[in-house]
């Protein structure tokens, strides 16, 4: 079964323009993180955020972490069109172990040139 | 360096066939994991080990499914007796240490089932 769901499942912007996705979960967890996918690269690790760490950046993607909320967000600024891909956030497993990944169904992101 | 490699990429077997999927991880990654991805959809856990240790195997759907790591590095998963059901692009990953997180992703076996 899947923990994470994104919101929105989809979403088209034009190159340029900032794109967020959210990503919510069931479950108290001990990290967050969020992956890439898109054709032919298969799933490439983006970002990784802690429990007690609220916001972190790394070059163009912002992911915030709300756990009253069991939310978190991934912000990407001034967009390309190689960010077209699909956006997953995964969460470790209900037992506490950071061993298994929880999925979410991904956010398709198409980056309009 | 090499990353997490997978074989066949491509696998059309017929109904009752038995396939083997092949995952390659990064040289000296303790943990491995197989997820099954259906289309459109996230990635669903199959099962872990932790060098040749089968840790973990309670997302396998049936004992039609087998995975093996004999030692500690490449793995094999066999599906005996193929149904449509089990057409989906199945995933391999590996990570450093035995507890991560930071999983590497192969690029995936899809498999259909005619």
């Known amino acids: 079964s899947q923990q994470g769901e994104e919101d929105p499942q989809a979403l088209s912007i034009q190159e340029g323009e900032n794109a967020t996705m959210n990503c919510s979960y069931k479950t108290s967890i001990n990290n967050l993180q969020w992956y890439r996918q898109n054709s032919g690269r298969g799933l490439v690790h983006l970002i990784l955020i802690r429990s007690n760490e609220r916001e972190k950046h790394s070059g163009r993607l912002r992911v915030t972490l709300d756990t009253s909320k069991k939310s978190s967000s991934l912000l990407i600024t001034a967009s390309r069109a190689a960010d077209t891909a699909s956006y997953f956030c995964?969460?470790?497993?209900?037992?506490?172990?950071?061993?298994?990944?929880?999925w979410g169904a991904g956010t398709k992101l198409i980056i309009k040139p | 360096g090499a990353g997490v490699s997978q074989s066949p990429r491509y696998k059309v077997a017929k109904r009752g066939q038995d396939v083997a999927l092949r995952c390659d991880p990064i040289s000296g990654h303790v943990s491995l994991f197989w997820y099954q991805q259906a289309l459109g959809q996230g990635p669903e856990f199959l099962t872990y080990?932790?060098?040749?240790?089968?840790?973990?195997k309670s997302g396998l759907p049936s004992d039609r499914f087998f995975a093996e790591r004999p030692e500690g590095s490449v793995s094999t998963l066999k599906i005996q007796r193929t149904q449509q059901e089990d057409s989906a692009v199945y995933l391999c990953a590996s990570s450093r240490g035995a507890t991560g997180p930071e999983q590497y992703f192969g690029p995936g076996t899809r498999l259909t089932v005619t």
């Open positions: 080990f932790q060098n040749e240790a089968q840790l973990d």
């Open positions: 995964a969460t470790d497993g209900r037992r506490g172990s950071n061993y298994q990944l929880i």
